[in-house]
């Protein structure tokens, strides 16, 4: 039905199979709602699909290259985003109206896609069945408080996991990467000694294969005997894993073939290329591979780890042929609940993982892409068009933009750094990464102790001890006890 709303005045013609206010604005329900919006030149608010997918305001219209190669895609965004680029969103979206405030279209249900153009904002569920009740919230005011709405209502149907202080975390790849062994942890451990960490976690590197999660020769002692050591410190031991992800030498890869995610041609999928090969996913829909994965779960539980960080998640979450035939999101999220299951009461941060099913089964969400001990590569970002490229730059600009999940789950906008050895950036960028992790809530880092000078780790201390008092001034302004904090210059990179 088409319908002539009028929102504090603004008259919007809406076409949805059903409209129904309510007090924070209106509830829709259609496979496909459309409306006309008055505004011309905006912003249109650009959710990407996961962990590290690009979520900004960006100038409507502006043109913006596909980020390459395209090896890389499934590591950047979703297709269907991608073939859109970039004004399709994922799950979320909305414009902003010349008297600064916005216009919000958000699905209530997964597999939800948000698209705009200079006269038409969309919200659309392409695989919903016919006749399935598939719900959006739609509302417009003051930006900060029409997220929180929408924030609620997607709370009240995907469930809430935030708590008031996330476990502060030392977290091995942006210090050592994959580089890591047994001996080079210890110490690490030791030195941290002192400095009130709630979690010790291991990285990328310590795995045979993505697929045999064994300890590798780096780890002679194996894997729980680490989390011994961990514990025996004083902290929780904490574990990365990618476990719906998969390489072509694995065993799982080799033996078990219809377990992977397959495209339309029947061929395995490429979930992106990294680690030097293409890589895949797991179809969580398979029963064999619900259960691998509850043991593999389980066994990293067994193992002595309390915080899991499991990563590359997306891979399981592709749009692709399954061993049941349901919507993707849909089907990942099946998968995390076998690994909610398997985890118990451990902490389970979700990386490189769609936003919306991960909402109340994981407890902490990445919320952007990787930070580096360096600002931006302009190699990637600006020859490449990625704007997922690693980077702090990058990452910051998709974080900020994320803060609305808050109140659904802990939000990890990824480390800060201490360091000014091996740390390329300057002493007011590396502030700004200390300040976003204040402002999200979640405190971590990757500096190794023996790189920092006193003064440094003084400052990783008071970091780690703070309790500061955090207002939210605006968009991109944030006062940090009486100090302001300003991200404004984010915008700047759409005046190319
Ligand atoms: C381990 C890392 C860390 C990190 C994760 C994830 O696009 N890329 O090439 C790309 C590579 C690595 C990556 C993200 C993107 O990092 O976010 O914290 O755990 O894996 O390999």
Same mark, same amino acid.
């Given at each position: ?36 919006? =008055? ?34 895609? =499934? ?78 209502? &997607? ?72 989390? !011994? ?14 476990? &719906? ?42 029963? !064999? ?20 960080? &499991? ?42 993982? =769609? ?55 802990? $939000? ?14 300057? =002493? ?67 005046? $190319?």
């Amino acid at each position: 039905m088409l319908t002539l709303l009028n929102l504090e005045n603004l008259p919007i013609p809406l076409q949805a199979e059903r409209i129904t206010p309510i007090q924070s604005g209106y509830l829709l329900q259609g496979k496909t709602v459309a409306l006309l919006h =008055p505004f011309e030149q905006v912003r249109f608010y650009r959710h990407g699909w996961h962990s590290w997918s690009l979520t900004s305001w960006i100038p409507l219209p502006f043109d913006l290259q596909k980020p390459q190669p395209e090896i890389r895609w =499934p590591m950047i965004d979703h297709p269907k985003l991608l073939a859109d680029y970039p004004f399709t969103g994922s799950g979320v979206g909305a414009l902003q109206a010349p008297d600064g405030k916005i216009l919000l279209l958000g699905a209530l249900g997964l597999d939800g896609f948000i698209s705009a153009d200079e006269i038409t904002l969309r919200g659309v569920y392409p695989y919903a069945s016919p006749g399935l009740q598939v719900e959006w919230f739609l509302a417009y005011g003051e930006e900060q408080l029409v997220f929180a709405a929408y924030a609620d209502q &997607l709370g009240q149907r995907l469930g809430v996991r935030c708590r008031e202080h996330p476990p502060r975390v030392w977290c091995s790849w942006y210090g050592l990467y994959g580089d890591i062994y047994q001996d080079v942890l210890l110490d690490a451990l030791a030195g941290l000694s002192g400095l009130p960490f709630d979690v010790f976690q291991i990285d990328d590197g310590w795995q045979i294969s993505l697929g045999d999660w064994q300890a590798n020769a780096k780890f002679p002692n194996g894997m729980a005997w680490m989390a !011994e050591k961990i514990q025996q410190a004083g902290l929780t031991p904490g574990l990365w894993l990618a476990p &719906l992800a998969v390489a072509p030498a694995s065993s799982i890869y080799q033996q078990h073939p219809d377990w992977l995610l397959h495209g339309i041609d029947g061929r395995p999928l490429s979930a992106g290329h990294n680690w030097g090969d293409f890589f895949y996913g797991l179809d969580t829909t398979h029963p !064999e591979v619900q259960s691998w994965l509850y043991d593999l779960i389980e066994t990293a539980r067994s193992w002595g780890y309390k915080y899991l960080k &499991l990563d590359f998640l997306y891979a399981g979450a592709m749009p692709g042929v399954r061993y049941e035939n349901i919507p993707a999101e849909q089907a990942y999220r099946i998968g995390l609940e076998v690994i909610r299951q398997a985890a118990g009461d451990a902490y389970f941060l979700a990386c490189g993982s =769609p936003i919306f099913p991960a909402i109340g089964l994981a407890d902490a969400l990445r919320v952007g892409s990787d930070v580096a001990p360096y600002w931006d590569n302009p190699e990637r970002t600006i020859n490449l068009h990625d704007l997922t490229g690693v980077g702090s730059l990058n990452a910051i600009r998709t974080a900020l933009h994320r803060l609305w999940l808050r109140p659904l789950i802990d $939000v990890d906008p990824d480390v800060a750094f201490f360091r000014t050895r091996f740390n390329l950036m300057f =002493p007011e960028q590396s502030r700004l990464l200390q300040d976003l992790a204040q402002i999200a809530g979640f405190l971590a880092t990757s500096d190794l102790p023996a790189w920092l000078d006193p003064h440094e780790r003084q400052s990783l201390l008071d970091f780690l001890q703070a309790s500061p008092k955090i207002v939210r001034l605006d968009r991109y302004r944030f006062q940090i006890n009486q100090r302001l904090v300003d991200f404004s210059f984010i915008e700047d990179v759409w005046r $190319v």
